[in-house]
């Protein structure tokens, strides 16, 4: 890349960066107008937080964040964007932030439906392997793709040209993505009848039945896959077992539970499908590093004082 080039996208980060920072006025994240776009500020690289990704691609336009997912590290800048495939419990930390240079980022979601739809329109190929592969990538941010980022966040200073314009960006930066460096990955996702499609539609009825008792045998059922092939699968999209992707997704819910509806550690439990509060309150130190009361009366005080 050239001196002019750099400078180019120097100039469009901070055109970027300076269109959220407008948005996020105080701490936090807002949902904005803009179908599927969320935005984000924090101004101190905190501790690490459990938390789920949905469906979405991640821009950074100033700091840097480290995600895990089981025993692996992505992490995205500045330069890089990070492309979650499928809903998936990490451990996510913001690594370079300052009240004098926060962190600010964006999420876009999306579904499948409109990437398959996307795809038949374009006649792309389909993917070059049916095999599975992880559920999550980072990616190199071209300037064409900053810049439809940048006209999608533009929209929200111009609430009447939403409906019409803000489907046609989405429609480019999910095509910019489709041709680009995980293209493949997100072609693969969407394909019907691929095997990461078919264990996608498992992880999906996993997020709306993980209170019920969880057969993998039955996953596998929906997944149309014997048992162990769907074990593989799943292990190589999420990074994890069908088991462990369950209890993050109990450990989580519960501890919204906690939060908002003010629930004691064990009805939660029971309430997330949890038999025996004692494991439950062993697992989440495992998983948040302090009882769940410490940690709710922890967060808490975070809220009142942001």
Request: glycine share 6%; net charge positive; charged share 20%.
């Amino acid at each position: 890349m050239n001196k002019g080039s750099v400078v180019n996208r120097n100039s469009q980060m901070d055109g970027l960066a300076y269109s959220i920072a407008k948005l996020t006025e105080s701490e936090g994240n807002l949902l904005t107008h803009v179908p599927g776009l969320t935005v984000f500020k924090k101004t101190d690289a905190a501790k690490p937080i459990a938390g789920f990704y949905e469906p979405s691609v991640c821009l950074i336009a100033q700091g840097a964040k480290h995600v895990q997912l089981g025993n692996e590290n992505y992490t995205y800048d500045t330069e890089h964007y990070l492309f979650s495939g499928v809903h998936l419990p990490v451990v996510a930390q913001v690594i370079d932030a300052s009240n004098e240079m926060p962190y600010l980022g964006l999420k876009l979601t999306f579904d499948y439906q409109e990437i398959t739809q996307l795809m038949t329109d374009s006649q792309l190929p389909p993917p070059k392997a049916h095999r599975s592969g992880r559920g999550m990538a980072t990616g190199k941010l071209t300037p064409t793709l900053i810049n439809a980022f940048q006209r999608l966040i533009n929209l929200t200073d111009e609430a009447t040209n939403i409906p019409m314009l803000a489907p046609m960006i989405r429609k480019e930066i999910f095509y910019r993505l489709l041709i680009g460096e995980q293209g493949n990955t997100l072609r693969r996702l969407a394909a019907m009848g691929t095997q990461t499609y078919q264990v996608a539609k498992a992880i999906s009825w996993l997020k709306s039945h993980f209170c019920e008792p969880v057969r993998v045998e039955h996953l596998a059922q929906i997944a149309n896959m014997g048992v162990s092939t769907f074990h593989h699968h799943f292990r190589n999209m999420t990074a994890m077992s069908p088991l462990q992707y369950v209890k993050q997704l109990r450990l989580q819910e519960a501890r919204k539970l906690m939060l908002t509806q003010y629930l004691d550690a064990a009805s939660a439990a029971y309430q997330v499908g949890y038999e025996s509060p004692s494991q439950f309150s062993r697992e989440y130190g495992r998983l948040y590093g302090c009882s769940p009361a410490k940690d709710i009366n922890e967060l808490r005080v975070r809220l009142v004082q942001a």
